[in-house]
């Protein structure tokens, strides 16, 4: 008999938990067994017992955490089937950063695919996200309002290196989450053919240097430090940071600072206008409106769950398109890498 889906995977208030593997996929809290879609901190913590994951989030993890972040470790292969007690699981390309991935989970003929963040459209440093058929499709939802549709990456870098030009006396201050964006953005401006030295806060230093040994080439990457003295140096560059050092006293040692941010909330204003944005760069590792339900059409599950975002909206949407749906309201889900 083919079991119910709330026999496979159920809400608890550690996370979504598998009670015939007894593990939970991106708990909030420590539990025994862990398997993580991948290093955002929001979904991979340090203190778990057992932790599965693909190599680059291990790796990933290990940068942030410490090699002791867990008891063990396993590496999952994309596409490599796992048995974990009276279930199957396997990884699957999420597109969101590098080593990100789906995670499905199959018994009797019943698969449920955990997405965790995902976005369809190709960027360069990490694999390509993957449609997966399944009978239970679990969507994030951080981007669920029709006002939300990304433009092309490529475009909002152009409109920062037309500022950089335009400014020849300035330092532009790029704001970027050290994983997964700062390399995206880095990676983007290298293919729009810039090739002058980009400067870096220390913070994205571990994991830039991670991305370059994964294959994925960034350039001519030089400490943002600057000497007493040595503003007018900065003059015409690009620096890119975290956006939690854009408020200290490191911000403002730069040549007339403009600041920018990479996020896919810079489509809001009012967000760009409180943080004190004057490029807002609408550049997202989500998927937008279109691209989820681009994604459910193109998955076509029985059934669809939607958490962490904005959930009401597209489980209406789901109704509409017949669709059977409902929210999880999984609580503990930030936007680090939006």
Known sequence: MTPRP??????RREGLY??????????????????ITHGHADHARAGHGHVLATPETL????????????????????????????????????????????????????????????????????????PVACDVFITEATFALPVFRHPDAAAEIDRLLRSVARNPERAHLVGVYSLGKAQRVIRLIRDAGYEKPLYIHGALQRLCDYYESRGVALGDLRPATVDAGAKGDFAGAIVLGPPSAFGDRWARRFPDPLVSFASGWMQVRARARQRGVELPL????????????ETITAVAPSEVWVTHGREEALVRWCALNGIAARPLHLVGYEDEGD
Request: contains cysteine; glycine residues 10%.
């Open 6 to 11: 709330e026999d496979l995977l159920v809400p």
């Open 282 to 293: 609408v550049i997202s590792d989500h998927a937008d409106w279109d691209e989820l339900a």
């Open 18 to 35: 598998c009670p015939p593997g007894d593990f939970f996929i991106d708990p909030v809290r420590p539990v025994d067994r862990a398997l």
């Open 59 to 130: 790796d990933i993890m290990a940068i942030r955490y410490g090699a002791d972040h867990a008891g063990a470790t396993q590496p999952a292969e994309l596409g490599e089937v796992i048995r974990i007690g009276d279930v199957t699981v396997s990884f699957h390309p999420a597109g969101h950063v590098l080593g990100s991935a789906q995670i499905a989970v199959e018994r009797g003929g019943m698969r449920i695919v955990a997405s965790g963040d995902y976005k369809p459209r190709p960027d360069p440093t990490c694999a390509r996200f993957v």
